[in-house]
């Protein structure tokens, strides 16, 4: 049995809290399916370096999430 590829709605979506929507939205919205879709690599990165979120770094299975979730089509 595989395991479901992950979705936007349902594992990234979550992840991305008011204060990170804030900080960013001069340059994307992190509420946005399609901002996040456009600039996903830009935000791995980001994250994987620990430059963002602006509070503290996710942990290693939220990145891996957000690859996994680039990696498997970017689901809505």
């Not at 991305?16 to 901002?35: C, G, I, Q, T, V």
């Not at 935000?43 to 963002?52: D, V």
């Not at 680039?70 to 689901?75: M, R, V, Y």
Request: glycine share 4%; hydrophobic share 35%.
């Amino acid at each position: 049995m595989t395991a479901e590829a992950p979705s936007y709605d349902r594992d990234i979506r979550p992840l991305f809290r008011e204060r990170d929507r804030a900080s960013m939205k001069s340059h994307f919205d992190l509420w946005s399916y399609d901002d996040v879709r456009a600039n996903a690599e830009r935000i791995y990165r980001s994250l994987e370096a620990g430059r963002m979120p602006c509070d503290g770094a996710w942990s290693p299975d939220d990145v891996q999430r957000l690859r996994s979730w680039i990696d498997t089509g970017s689901l809505p």
